[in-house]
């Protein structure tokens, strides 16, 4: 099993910033790809952005392509997501996932494990 713990969310103003980070832990994999995902009230949850594990391969939603960054610190086993420019639009919890076999990154079905979530409030 492998246990993810996402911290950093919280309220910002709209234009702020924000630090998600992902740390994982138990049964760690040798290579896997970290993504994030979120979920709106009423909304499904939606691909944010994934990483994989030599950090070579990155993919973002078009939407937040250009405002937000994932990173990932193997020797800690911990992923981030900056976000900058935030939009009321943004609020959501923030999920992070992990994929160890096959499948998309941009697929939340191709991940096995998820984090409890942090929830991310921008107000306008």
């Known amino acids: 099993q492998v246990q993810l713990v996402e911290s950093g969310g919280g309220l910002v103003q709209a234009g702020g910033s924000l630090r998600l980070s992902c740390a994982a832990s138990g049964r760690i994999f040798s290579s896997y790809t970290m993504g994030w995902f979120r979920q709106a009230p009423g909304k499904e949850r939606e691909f944010v952005a994934a990483?994989?594990?030599?950090?070579?391969?990155?993919y973002y939603a078009d939407s937040m392509k250009d405002r937000f960054t994932i990173s990932r610190d193997n020797a800690k086993n911990t992923a981030y997501l900056q976000m900058n420019s935030l939009k009321p639009e943004d609020t959501a919890v923030y999920y992070c996932?992990?994929?160890?076999?096959?499948?998309?990154?941009?697929?939340?079905?191709?991940?096995?494990?998820w984090g409890q979530g942090t929830q991310v409030t921008v107000s306008s």
């Open positions: 996932a992990v994929k160890t076999g096959w499948g998309l990154p941009r697929m939340s079905n191709a991940y096995n494990y």
């Open positions: 990483i994989t594990w030599s950090g070579a391969g990155t």
